[in-house]
DNA sequence: CGAAAAGCGTGAATAATATTGATATATTTA
DNA sequence: TAAATATATCAATATTATTCACGCTTTTCG
């Protein structure tokens, strides 16, 4: 009933004074406000002007409708520029979900410079999947999926971010750091500190010890890579992380690493993306900046 | 750009999941909605639903608008409320303006029961007016007016609202306190207790003390009526009041009252109102009420 | 598996609504 | 009192919204 130009015709009367000024700002004739006014007048069989003189003032229930269109037309035009926005690709959210958690470090050296390019938009990080980090992207519970699996499927694109080694890692002072790789076996007197996931998202569980079925003597799980690594460099225990996420500490902090089996547990993350989303500009920035930050990570270990 | 309408599609769709659904519960065709959409989604240039199976989902920015419409919607339609009362005349503002401070223990009177009657109109009683009152009621700065001066003016229509006679107010015990009416050179070794209002709006003054050229021991003024009585019956002083004000108080105060002057001062009370107002349901109701104030009052004399 | 049902999208025709231009009427100014 | 400034109204027209009919896709169910 009460339609936005009602609201911009009150707010343009009682801004510019006359019926017809208020036309001229509104690109309308006079008489095309003229008219509106009445059936609105009349729909409402209320005045919301009264004539004084030549002009007009208004009644008590015009009063109430300029305020309305005072609280509602701003909220209006502003809603309209965050749509253009959007439009634009400026604007919109990020869902990340993480199924790898030492990749958390390169998250953060991603996250923080798309930010400062992409002001906008907002970034958010989950960890926890009802059906999983595939299920969760095919229902657009989130937009973005960091993952050891790509699985293929006909909706998503995947993109290989980086390889890394999983190593162990140990003291300087410690019985294991002469070693260049270890057995599951030599760990089985150990402290091994974590970060606090499922044991099964854990690679030196899932690929290492579970597989030789070994245990550790103790498991202790820390929230932050560096308290971890300060424990483990003041002899406390031993953990595992990417070998280019520990060179980064091994100038400041008395650690070596060593190889998990013979071989080494080598992982390969991907991102994945949905291949609808592909034109959105904000969803390419991420990617390109992932690129770098992986570029990045290169350069130290060179 | 963005219509009331298009609130309304994005609440409703939201709420009945299908766009047919939401059609029949706006009383338009789906095919209209779908139209209605479309047409709004190319303005925005962005998708405000993403098909999902046979339905619709809202992205990102349809989100956005969904929000603002759950803020929008309920202010439109409170606001409709509210202008179908001032429709109805059940809602208003009544800007009471006085020109006669001792009427205000009537005001009081006839306020009360007005309230009661007229939930939805809002009073306010003002008392000081940049260009007199008659100024104010004809600039619509109060829409009625207490005032013993009824100026005649083609705009404006007055009712007699009630006659009182201003008396001098003393405690039993008081010299004056014999005397069936006293001249103003018997004040001047008094201490008058008026309201604190200029004296030119004072009767005591303007029509008893300043035509004899008088003027008192001591001037004091006090906001209410029971104070100050108390004060006059205390002996602290005297004071002007009308006399039916006066008899409410005699029985509990010591409280004696003389004529001023031979004759009296008698005063008339006016109510002024606007004539294009005169149809307006609560004024009407306003002066009906004054109307058996007045008469109370007569009873309460008797 | 395949037909039926439930949805949404589109184009042309139509109905509803808004806007205009010309003109009338009222008030203020000079 | 004439000129200027305003709003109101009418009939004509332009614009916009809505419908109807039909096409297409996805899901449901026998």
Same mark, same amino acid.
């Given at each position: 009933?009460?339609?936005? $130009? +009602?609201?911009? &015709?009150?707010?343009? !009367?009682?801004?510019?004074k006359t019926?017809? @000024? /208020?036309?001229?700002?509104l690109?309308l004739?006079?008489?095309?406000?003229?008219?509106?006014?009445?059936k609105?007048?009349?729909?409402?069989?209320?005045?919301?002007?009264v004539?004084?003189?030549r002009?007009?003032?208004?009644?008590?229930?015009?009063?109430?409708?300029?305020?309305?269109?005072?609280?509602?037309?701003?909220q209006?035009?502003?809603?309209e520029?965050?749509l253009?926005?959007?439009?634009?690709?400026?604007?919109?959210?990020l869902?990340?979900?993480?199924?790898?958690?030492?990749?958390?470090?390169?998250?953060?050296?991603?996250?923080?410079?798309?930010?400062?390019?992409?002001?906008?938009?907002?970034v958010?990080?989950?960890q926890?999947?009802?059906?999983?980090?595939?299920?969760?992207? $095919? +229902?657009?519970? &989130?937009?973005?999926? !960091?993952?050891?699996?790509?699985?293929?499927? @006909? /909706?998503?694109?995947?993109m290989?971010?980086?390889?890394?080694?999983?190593?162990?890692?140990?003291?300087?002072?410690?019985?294991?750091a002469?070693?260049?790789?270890?057995?599951?076996?030599?760990?089985?007197?150990?402290t091994?500190?974590?970060?606090?996931?499922?044991?099964?998202?854990?690679?030196i569980?899932s690929?290492?010890l579970?597989?030789a079925q070994?245990?550790?003597?103790?498991?202790?799980?820390?929230?932050?890579?560096?308290?971890?690594?300060?424990?483990?460099a003041?002899?406390?225990?031993?953990?595992?992380?990417p070998?280019?996420?520990?060179?980064?500490?091994?100038?400041?902090?008395p650690?070596?690493?060593c190889?998990?089996?013979?071989?080494?547990?080598?992982?390969?993350?991907? $991102?994945?993306?949905?291949?609808?989303?592909?034109?959105?500009?904000y969803?390419?920035g991420?990617?390109?900046?992932?690129?770098?930050?992986?570029?990045?990570?290169?350069?130290?270990?060179q």
């Amino acid at each position: 009933m009460i339609e936005r $130009l +009602h609201l911009e &015709i009150v707010h343009a !009367i009682s801004e510019h004074k006359t019926l017809t @000024r /208020a036309a001229e700002h509104l690109c309308l004739t006079q008489s095309a406000l003229s008219h509106s006014i009445k059936k609105l007048e009349n729909r409402l069989g209320t005045a919301l002007w009264v004539k004084e003189g030549r002009g007009l003032r208004l009644s008590p229930a015009g009063e109430r409708l300029l305020k309305l269109s005072q609280r509602i037309l701003p909220q209006l035009s502003h809603c309209e520029d965050e749509l253009m926005e959007f439009a634009e690709g400026r604007r919109g959210q990020l869902r990340i979900g993480m199924e790898c958690h030492p990749c958390y470090q390169w998250l953060l050296r991603t996250v923080s410079p798309f930010l400062q390019q992409w002001p906008d938009v907002d970034v958010d990080v989950k960890q926890r999947f009802q059906f999983g980090g595939l299920g969760a992207i $095919l +229902h657009h519970d &989130i937009d973005l999926l !960091i993952t050891p699996d790509p699985i293929q499927h @006909r /909706a998503l694109d995947y993109m290989a971010v980086f390889d890394y080694e999983l190593v162990l890692v140990v003291n300087d002072e410690h019985p294991l750091a002469e070693q260049n790789w270890i057995r599951a076996e030599q760990l089985s007197n150990e402290t091994l500190i974590t970060y606090p996931v499922d044991k099964d998202r854990l690679d030196i569980f899932s690929q290492f010890l579970a597989p030789a079925q070994q245990a550790v003597k103790k498991h202790q799980s820390i929230e932050t890579t560096d308290i971890m690594l300060q424990m483990v460099a003041a002899g406390r225990g031993v953990t595992a992380l990417p070998a280019w996420l520990l060179e980064q500490y091994q100038n400041t902090l008395p650690l070596q690493s060593c190889k998990l089996g013979k071989q080494g547990i080598h992982k390969h993350i991907y $991102l994945a993306h949905r291949k609808e989303d592909e034109e959105i500009d904000y969803l390419k920035g991420f990617i390109q900046q992932a690129k770098n930050t992986t570029a990045d990570i290169v350069k130290i270990r060179q």
